[in-house]
């Protein structure tokens, strides 16, 4: 069974930078692809980013992209978001995620194994 651990938030002024990481253990094959959503209080879960583990590839929502980049690496089984230029739209409690369907994958039903989300709050 896979299990997810994010770490990594915390408080940041806006302008500033983070890098939230995710743990990934008990991957199969089929598990390609690994997902960052978020989710603000009274707000639905959004997606931010994922990334292939096989090939690298990546997409990111409109919001993220230019700002947030998302990585991984094999041997350490992690996965990063790194955000730079927040705002504070972009607090909310951040969760990482894997999903069998391969290509483009935003809608949070597309993946099973969810972490419990690590906090990421930005002042203004």
């Known amino acids: 069974q896979v299990q997810l651990i994010e770490s990594g938030g915390g408080l940041v002024q806006a302008g500033g930078s983070l890098k939230l990481s995710c743990l990934v253990s008990?991957?199969?094959?089929?598990?390609?692809?690994v997902g960052w959503f978020r989710q603000a209080p009274g707000n639905e879960r959004e997606f931010v980013a994922h990334?292939?583990?096989?090939?690298?590839?990546?997409y990111y929502s409109d919001s993220a992209r230019g700002r947030f980049t998302i990585s991984r690496d094999i041997p350490k089984t992690m996965v990063y978001l790194q955000m730079s230029s927040l705002k504070p739209e972009d607090t909310a409690l951040y969760f990482c995620?894997?999903?069998?369907?391969?290509?483009?994958?935003?809608?949070?039903?597309?993946?099973?194994?969810w972490g419990q989300g690590t906090q990421v709050t930005v002042s203004s």
């Open positions: 990334i292939s583990w096989s090939g690298g590839y990546t």
């Open positions: 008990g991957r199969t094959s089929h598990d390609d692809t």
């Open positions: 995620a894997t999903s069998w369907v391969r290509g483009v994958v935003t809608t949070s039903s597309a993946y099973g194994y």
